[in-house]
């Protein structure tokens, strides 16, 4: 009797330590900002900011369990935090698998996956354990709760007249904030053309091809293969441009990037990256194609991590756009924070303004900032939402 009861608490203590504590621990862990004095920002920058229709296009927020209409000590993104900074649209993206070892140099598709633990450890629905569209659906029926549960600070962003609507209401509601849904990497398609439209359904509006691994599609940055669009690839992007979902070419392979610029007729995206030129990381893709995505009406986001810009301080993200703009002109960079995506950073979404004061203190123009920060991405979507 006494042995059942020890192993009972035993159990309820794993339970707990499972279901409980791990989930905001893994977060706190994954997701860091830099210990650090607050940012001073001059009135002239704070102004500036404040009249910005700011965008960012790739933060991972949905993958963890925080609710985001509260604001949090961890983490990087939630509505408080995203209004205090000032950001308007948010692409919300979706991971569904990442290999254990994950690196930028070489995963293999086959490693085991670490989103199925943290699934289980923050009781996802079954369906997850072994779907990974249920996965990004999952995480985009989170958005949709929230906009219903919120509905006057986030809006669901789907189509361009829902664009239209969001910039209206903003008007009168300053800090309503728009969401959209994207996908990181297109093995949540479960290999199956089927899913696109499914997904498309549930509000998916950007697909990205591949993530750290290689997959049906094609050949992963980081995977083994360094492959372009497989057949299946080029079926499912073909149905993509059908529907008007966004293609990202974030961790695609060069020659799926190659492939994709050559098979699509609208422009593509890389929602979170940094420039080789800028810094030399097997994260980035080279400046050439940078410039050829650029060329065709694309968008290069620049993220506010390590790998991706060789540094994580403000002053080297600006630096980063700054470069950027250089290399593929100032209609063709916007900002891709990976926020919630498992990475460093020196600021969180409350603190933005940062950004804005390191960009006038780069001697960018007002225009130009306006731009960079949100100006390119909202007349991104403008163009080529359904
Ligand atoms: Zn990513």
């Known amino acids: 009797m006494k042995k059942t009861f020890l192993f009972f608490w035993v159990i309820a203590l794993v339970l707990i330590v499972l279901f409980v504590a791990a989930p905001p621990m893994l977060d706190d862990e994954q997701n860091v900002v830099v210990a650090h004095q607050p ?5 002239q920058a704070q102004a500036l900011h404040s009249s910005l229709i700011i965008g960012d296009w790739h933060a991972d927020s949905l993958l963890w369990m925080r609710d985001l209409t ?3 000590d961890y983490g990087h993104l939630d509505f408080p935090r995203m209004q205090q900074g000032n ?6 993206t979706t991971v569904t698998k990442s290999p254990s070892g994950q690196n930028y140099d070489r995963n293999s598709s086959d490693a085991s996956d670490n989103i199925t633990l943290l699934g289980l450890a923050q009781r996802w629905p079954l369906a997850t354990w072994t779907s990974l ?3 990004a659906l999952f995480q985009a029926d989170k958005l949709h709760e929230l906009a219903a549960r919120d509905a006057d600070n986030l809006m669901l962003i789907t189509s361009r007249s829902e664009l239209a609507e969001f910039l209206q209401r903003r008007q009168t509601n300053g800090v309503l904030i728009g969401g959209l849904l994207g996908t990181e990497g297109s093995h949540a398609l479960d ?3 089927d899913n696109i439209q499914r997904l498309f359904n549930r509000g998916f509006r950007m697909m990205s091809l591949q993530h750290f691994f290689d997959n049906k599609l094609g050949g992963s940055l980081h995977g083994t293969s360094g492959e372009g669009l497989t057949q299946f690839g ?7 441009l059908e529907l008007g979902i ?3 070419v974030s961790h695609s392979s060069e020659k799926v990037v190659v492939d994709t610029l050559a098979l699509s007729d609208k422009p593509l995206l890389v929602s979170h990256t940094g420039f080789q030129g800028h810094c030399q990381s097997a994260r980035n893709i080279s400046d050439g194609l940078m410039q050829q995505i650029a060329a065709a009406g694309g968008l290069i986001a620049v993220g506010y991590w390590d790998g991706a810009i060789c540094g994580n301080s403000p002053a080297t993200v600006a630096a980063a756009i700054v470069y950027g703009i250089g290399l593929v002109g100032e209609d063709h960079v916007a900002l891709g924070s990976d926020f919630d995506g498992s990475v460093t950073t020196s600021f969180d979404g409350s603190e933005l303004a940062v950004i804005t004061q ?9 225009e130009q900032i306006r731009k960079v920060m949100g100006g390119n991405m909202l007349k991104y979507l403008q163009t080529y939402l359904p």
């Open 39 to 43: 940012y001073s920002v001059s009135e």
């Open 70 to 72: 509260q604001q949090y």
């Open 87 to 92: 950001i308007a649209l948010q692409m919300f």
């Open 133 to 135: 569209a249920e996965r």
């Open 191 to 193: 290999g199956d053309l």
């Open 234 to 240: 080029r079926d499912a992007v073909a149905k993509m």
């Open 246 to 248: 966004m293609l990202d």
């Open 358 to 366: 390191e960009l006038l203190n780069a001697n960018l123009s007002e």
